[in-house]
């Protein structure tokens, strides 16, 4: 009785909370009449998730073969590529195949040089006005966040990446240079499909599938967007599983200590 | 129990003594937090003005280091985010602890205000230790506001755009307010410094006025589940063991919980478009503030008609700002003169209605005002809803409460807590003594 009063006084607090969770946070998924991305089942998900490395290496190929001649990253250096597991010579070979602009030397001129290590990856337009004009009037969006930047997140990118059609369907009046994906807010991205099977090799021997690379990609977009997961997750549980105990504890503290309220 | 005060003297030693003879600190803290005499029947929903201390120190403190590497710059405001995100040593942990405190710091205020309404602790004699407690709402959320403004993202932009643009309703001098509020003819780098300056400034107004809020609690003593005075000692036991205990526990529950949305889902209170950087030149298709303010965007649209002189702008402004400025009159919109709902049969439904419909109000902000509540059901818009919703919100307030007072018939209330306490088989006020009893 006495307990069971209790633990409806606790799971009163809990209710509340839930509720707040449930009810009050917003269903932002408003995004028009786009479909609904398909959920995966990705490496990462889950309390012990971690980075599917190989395939994150794969992406990035994808990235700087294809998606690289439109899409800055804007938020990651080569540096950072050694966290996936490139050696040292490895990321360095990776930025040196981008020329950065550095300077003023001693004349006072500014040069072109290899990327470093210490670079931010560098963007394929000098700026929003190039990146247009090269584009029919679109901004191809910097992606180092993208996988954080839509409600449907990892999946999005998939379900996009994976979801152009060829022809769009019966009625749908198409804008010109619009390509038709049911992903997209408006199902018009001003984005041709960029992936078909082959459109890069990998040398691990992976056929190069959409499915594959659209993958891959989505991986490394997950990665690019929030690096800091695995220490996240790993220092989480233990933090989750200390705060059980010391709760436990500080229960048994708050017992005894009212007991001897006689 | 009571003689504490000399314990803590003698055995403190030499320098304790020395300091306290100067500056009673050692006797002041025992005076307040030691010995200070607290109702025994206090329930877990008495834990969330601990949780919220907690929560002022922990947003103060990530806040400080934030800061220290934080650029206050429109160009490199968003870049400096995410450099503290993936450079600065456990900077993701210290924004993710800042960012969805702000959250669970609204959650936990939420259910203390709430906690108020429900067993009366604004009545007669703390009207003064409630104002001061408005108060603190107001500035939290004026602080939250600026704060979600300095990641520069495009929900910062496009907030902070709609919200400095609603003073523009005020009649005459409402574009002045709107440029001077900016600094300039747009949200632009003057806004994002002086957001910056006052987002840094505003949470050591809030403790002050914490401060206030606790000194006004010291005077008056708490509340309790009964709503009754206590009478004499037996009613009463000393805040230290039993509630630091319990506190204590109820504490870790809390940051358990925020432990484990920080750790494994620290964007899902996030709105995800605020991960791009602001673009003036780009609308995002749907603006939504942060959830803990949606109830009041729902109330702010849904004053979309005209009343007299006053224009559906206007009349939104003072509806949203009304929502807010009418909890401090509330200590005299209620005329009952029980404070707990337990006594009060009808008030008590009329709390959970207002509970509801404030979580309605709160659902009806997250939609557009013309979408379908039920796609396919043409006659029912979000915007009907909001109508609604405001609509009882201040009919709770301004008509209900003070008639409820004069017509309800309460039950009768117990002759002390302690009585009370140890009869109860009814109430869930017992739990304290009843534990003793059965443990």
Not at chain 1, 211 to 228: G, I, R, V
Not at chain 2, 52 to 75: E, K, N, R, S
Not at chain 2, 380 to 396: N, Q, R, S, V
């Given at each position: 009785?006495?307990?069971g009063k209790k633990f409806a006084n606790f799971t009163g607090v809990l209710v509340i909370y839930i509720v707040t969770i449930l009810f009050v946070v917003p269903q932002a998924f408003a995004a028009g009449d786009a479909k609904k991305p398909e959920s995966q089942d990705w490496e990462f998900q889950g309390v012990f998730g971690k980075f599917d490395k190989p395939s994150i290496k794969r992406?990035?190929?994808?990235?700087?073969?294809?998606?690289?001649?439109?899409?800055?990253?804007?938020?990651?250096?080569?540096?950072?590529?050694?966290?996936?597991?490139?050696?040292?010579?490895?990321?360095?070979?990776?930025?040196?195949?981008?020329?950065?602009?550095?300077?003023?030397?001693?004349?006072?001129?500014?040069?072109?040089r290899p990327a470093r290590l210490s670079d931010k990856f560098v963007a394929p337009f000098s700026n929003e006005n190039a990146a247009r004009a090269a584009n029919n009037g679109a901004y191809p969006p910097d992606l180092s966040l993208i996988a954080k930047a839509h409600p449907g997140g990892v999946d999005y990118v998939y379900s996009l990446l994976t979801g152009f059609k060829d022809e769009a369907p019966e009625g749908v009046e198409m804008g010109e240079d619009m390509s038709y994906n049911p992903y997209f807010p408006g199902k018009q991205i001003s984005m041709?499909?960029?992936?078909?099977?082959?459109?890069?090799?990998?040398?691990?021997?992976?056929?190069?599938?959409?499915?594959?690379?659209?993958?891959?990609?989505?991986?490394?977009?997950?990665?690019?967007?929030?690096?800091?997961?695995?220490?996240?997750?790993?220092m989480g549980w233990k933090v989750v599983l200390f705060l059980l105990v010391l709760t436990a504890l500080l229960y048994a503290v708050k017992r005894q200590t009212w007991a001897k309220l006689h | 129990m009571s003689s504490n005060i000399k314990q803590s003297e003698s055995s403190g030693g030499g320098l304790v003594k020395w300091i306290d003879s100067r500056l009673p600190v050692f006797t002041y803290l025992q005076k307040e937090y030691g010995e200070f005499p607290?109702?025994?029947?206090?329930?877990?929903?008495?834990?969330?003005?601990?949780?919220?201390?907690?929560?002022?120190?922990?947003?103060?403190?990530?806040?400080?280091?934030?800061?220290?590497?934080?650029?206050?710059?429109?160009?490199?405001a968003f870049d400096s985010v995410e450099r503290i995100m993936r450079d600065v040593n456990y900077g993701w942990l210290l924004r993710y602890l800042h960012s969805n405190g702000g959250t669970f710091f609204f959650i936990a205020v939420y259910i203390h205000i709430f906690r108020g309404l429900y067993y009366g602790s604004y009545k007669n004699p703390r009207e003064l230790l409630w104002m001061f407690g408005v108060t603190i709402l107001l500035l939290m959320m004026a602080t939250a506001f600026m704060g979600y403004v300095l990641p520069w993202g495009q929900m910062s932009f496009w907030g902070?755009?709609?919200?400095?643009?609603?003073?523009?309703?005020?009649?005459?001098?409402?574009?002045?307010?709107?440029?001077?509020?900016?600094?300039?003819?747009?949200?632009?780098?003057?806004?994002?410094?002086?957001?910056?300056?006052?987002?840094?400034?505003?949470?050591?107004?809030?403790?002050?006025?914490?401060?206030?809020?606790?000194?006004?609690?010291h005077v008056t003593g708490s509340n309790n589940p009964l709503g009754i005075d206590p009478k004499g000692?037996?009613?009463?036991?000393?805040?230290?063991?039993?509630?630091?205990?319990?506190?204590?526990?109820?504490?870790?529950?809390?940051?358990?919980?925020?432990?484990?949305?920080?750790?494994?889902?620290?964007?899902?209170?996030?709105?995800?478009?605020?991960?791009?950087?602001?673009?003036?030149?780009?609308?995002?298709?749907?603006?939504?503030?942060?959830?803990?303010?949606?109830?009041?965007?729902?109330?702010?649209?849904?004053?979309?008609?005209?009343?007299?002189?006053?224009?559906?702008?206007?009349?939104g402004v003072i509806a949203m700002f009304g929502s807010i400025l009418v909890l401090f009159v509330v200590p005299w919109l209620d005329t009952s003169k029980v404070r707990s709902?337990?006594?009060?049969?009808?008030?008590?439904?009329?709390?959970?209605?207002?509970?509801?419909?404030?979580?309605?109000?709160?659902?009806?902000?997250?939609?557009?005002?013309?979408?379908?509540?039920?796609?396919?059901?043409?006659?029912?818009?979000?915007?009907?809803?909001?109508?609604?919703?405001?609509?009882?919100?201040?009919?709770?307030?301004?008509?209900?409460?003070?008639?409820?007072?004069?017509?309800?018939?309460?039950?009768?209330?117990?002759?002390?807590?302690?009585?009370?306490?140890?009869?109860?088989?009814?109430?869930?006020?017992?739990?304290?003594?009843?534990?003793?009893?059965?443990?």
């Open positions: 009785m006495n307990i992406g990035l190929q994808v990235y700087v073969e294809v998606c690289s001649s439109c899409h800055s990253l804007d938020q990651v250096a080569y540096r950072n590529l050694l966290d996936i597991g490139l050696t040292v010579d490895e990321a360095k070979a990776v930025a040196e195949e981008f020329e950065v602009t550095d300077g003023p030397d001693g004349e006072g001129e500014m040069f072109e041709a499909q960029p992936l078909y099977d082959d459109s890069v090799e990998y040398p691990d021997g992976t056929p190069a599938t959409v499915a594959q690379m659209s993958w891959d990609m989505a991986n490394f977009l997950h990665w690019t967007a929030e690096p800091e997961m695995e220490q996240r997750k790993s | 607290a109702p025994r029947n206090f329930n877990y929903w008495w834990n969330f003005g601990a949780i919220l201390t907690f929560m002022l120190v922990l947003m103060i403190f990530t806040g400080v280091f934030l800061a220290m590497q934080y650029t206050p710059h429109v160009d490199m902070a755009t709609v919200i400095t643009n609603l003073f523009s309703a005020v009649p005459l001098v409402g574009d002045a307010i709107v440029t001077w509020l900016w600094g300039g003819f747009a949200v632009d780098n003057s806004t994002l410094n002086r957001f910056f300056s006052l987002h840094f400034l505003l949470p050591f107004v809030i403790l002050g006025v914490v401060v206030l809020h606790v000194i006004a609690l000692p037996q009613d009463t036991i000393p805040f230290h063991p039993y509630y630091t205990a319990k506190d204590a526990f109820g504490l870790a529950v809390w940051i358990t919980a925020f432990a484990a949305v920080v750790f494994f889902a620290p964007n899902f209170f996030g709105e995800p478009e605020n991960y791009i950087k602001a673009n003036p030149m780009q609308t995002p298709a749907e603006i939504v503030p942060e959830w803990y303010f949606l109830p009041y965007y729902a109330i702010l649209r849904s004053i979309d008609f005209n009343l007299w002189f006053i224009d559906a702008k206007l009349g709902a337990r006594f009060r049969p009808l008030y008590k439904w009329f709390f959970w209605i207002l509970l509801l419909d404030c979580i309605l109000l709160g659902y009806v902000g997250g939609h557009p005002p013309n979408e379908q509540v039920f796609k396919g059901v043409s006659w029912l818009e979000f915007i009907d809803l909001g109508h609604i919703g405001t609509a009882w919100y201040f009919f709770h307030f301004l008509i209900l409460l003070p008639l409820l007072g004069r017509f309800e018939k309460t039950k009768p209330l117990p002759t002390s807590i302690t009585e009370s306490v140890l009869n109860s088989g009814d109430t869930s006020s017992g739990r304290p003594i009843n534990s003793v009893e059965e443990a």
